[in-house]
């Protein structure tokens, strides 16, 4: 996530380290703080770790002959590394296929898939073990779709879970709008990573509501189908 268009984090722009703890009122409407502020009570080694159980930093096995790594950066100081501890950095990089791997994982209980193309059996790579960081970190991709900055991408019906984000294509000033998320109680549960070359992080919202709209669409009519003939058999 090369978080360039963000500035000083609100609570880094006086020149000061930020504080032990924050009251609710405080942290509320801002979720970049609020994952910032767990990521401080988690520790760097601790959250670069969870960084690296998500594949960050090398690649996912969807197509090893062409996919990039990515950068997990190190040595960071002062607002970097809150931004680092909470969401990346600008120094950061990460491929959508890295985070389609992480959003799964959170939608499918812990259980980290392999990505892959066609009809093949999915392979469990591994298993988020913190239930306790498991629990909060899907509290606050619930919290940005229903409070934050993904609300354009909240259904009725079933819930949307979410992150936004606002970044530049690496070595360019071009913005990338990036909404990544999972779905859960939909027809057919998804993970889902819209990038909009571009635009900021609200297009990618709205794209990604409408096409959940879709696939929602889609996917319940198959079922109708599905259950129609089962009754006829």
Do not use: C
């Not at 509501?209 to 109708?224: H, I, M, N, Q």
């Amino acid at each position: 996530d090369d978080r360039g268009d963000r500035g000083i984090p609100v609570h880094e722009r006086d020149g000061k380290a930020p504080p032990a703890r924050l009251d609710e009122d405080r942290v509320a409407g801002d979720r970049d703080v609020e994952q910032e502020i767990v990521g401080e009570r988690l520790g760097e080694e601790r959250v670069r770790t969870l960084y690296e159980s998500f594949s960050f930093g090398k690649v996912t096995g969807l197509d090893p002959a062409k996919e990039k790594p990515g950068r997990i950066p190190k040595g960071l100081t002062g607002a970097e590394r809150l931004h680092f501890l909470g969401w990346g950095s600008k120094s950061m990089r990460v491929t959508a296929a890295q985070l389609l791997v992480a959003m799964a994982a959170f939608g499918n209980g812990g259980y980290q898939l392999r990505p892959f193309l066609g009809p093949k059996a999915p392979k469990v790579v591994s298993r988020i073990a913190a239930e306790e960081e498991f629990t909060q970190v899907r509290k606050a991709l619930r919290r940005v779709v229903t409070e934050g900055t993904g609300r354009d991408a909240n259904r009725d019906g079933y819930s949307v879970y979410g992150k936004t984000g606002s970044v530049f294509l690496p070595g360019t000033t071009t913005p990338l709008g990036v909404f990544a998320g999972f779905t859960e109680g939909a027809p057919r549960d998804v993970a889902f990573v819209v990038i909009v070359e571009g635009a900021s992080a609200p297009r990618a919202v709205r794209l990604a509501g409408k096409l959940l709209d879709s696939l929602e669409k889609a996917l319940g009519a198959a079922s109708r189908i599905g259950a129609q003939e089962l009754e006829r058999s």
